[in-house]
């Protein structure tokens, strides 16, 4: 499986961005996408996840400001990142059965 992140970026407080992670070399409909990230000297924490038939769950901390969608036709999941905080600083994973993605960076300023 080879995951392809893009989308971070610095971005004060208060602002929004949008990861992708663009997925091959599975079938992507039929599999749940999630997102993780980890920030500087933390291990890497769960941040959202999204089944194959649409279900998400998020962490207590981006409920109400981030969003997860997937686009099966694109093979590409998102994240919609708004009210960015300093915590959300990190470097964000996408992952997949059997597969991580090599991260992107999201620097939130405060």
């Known amino acids: 499986v080879q995951l392809v992140e893009s989308g971070g970026g610095l971005v004060q407080a208060g602002g929004s961005l949008r990861l992708s992670c663009a997925a091959s070399?599975?079938?992507?409909?039929?599999?749940?996408m999630a997102w993780y990230r980890q920030a500087p000297g933390n291990a890497r924490e769960f941040v959202a996840e999204?089944?194959?038939?649409?279900?998400?769950n998020y962490k207590d901390s981006v409920k109400g400001r981030f969003t997860i969608s997937r686009d099966n036709a694109k093979n590409t999941v998102y994240l919609q990142m708004n009210n960015l905080k300093p915590a959300d600083t990190g470097v964000y994973y996408c992952?997949?059965?059997?597969?991580w993605g090599q991260g992107t960076v999201v620097t939130v300023s405060s």
């Open positions: 992952a997949a059965p059997g597969g």
């Open positions: 070399g599975i079938i992507f409909s039929i599999n749940a």
């Open positions: 999204i089944s194959s038939s649409g279900r998400t």
